[in-house]
């Protein structure tokens, strides 16, 4: 099972932006698909953007955030990004890096993802 560490978040004024990291470890991280979720306080944990396995040619960005975040990974660095530009308030949320060996159990309930990081907070001010 590979093991998820994410980094990057922090404090950000609306229209700035981030990037986040998650670095895997284990083995084959580029046989698996990947995703990253956030969620807000009193809120469910929601599907932000995922990426397919090996090539990531197949990419998926929620429509909330499309136009402002991508997704992407270096397989030879065992790495997923999230680039985050014109941050908005509603973006504040704990970001979780999440990995599965099937792309499409990204897009269902996420009890079923196999692995997930801790977090990382991004609060974006007004």
């Known amino acids: 099972q590979v093991q998820l560490v994410e980094s990057g978040g922090g404090l950000v004024q609306a229209g700035g932006s981030l990037r986040l990291s998650c670095a895997a470890s284990g083995p084959a991280f580029g046989n698996y698909a990947m995703g990253w979720f956030r969620q807000a306080p009193g809120k469910k944990r929601e599907l932000v953007a995922g990426i397919s396995p090996r090539t990531g040619g197949s990419t998926y960005v929620a429509d909330s955030v499309l136009g402002r975040f991508t997704i992407s990974r270096d397989n030879a660095k065992g790495t997923l990004y999230l680039q985050m530009d014109s941050l908005k308030p509603d973006d504040t949320a704990i970001y979780f890096c999440?990995?599965?060996?099937?792309?499409?159990?990204?897009?269902?309930?996420?009890?079923?993802?196999?692995?997930w990081g801790q977090g990382t907070q991004v609060t974006v001010s007004s």
């Open positions: 999440a990995a599965d060996a099937k792309y499409g159990t990204m897009f269902g309930d996420p009890s079923f993802v196999g692995s």
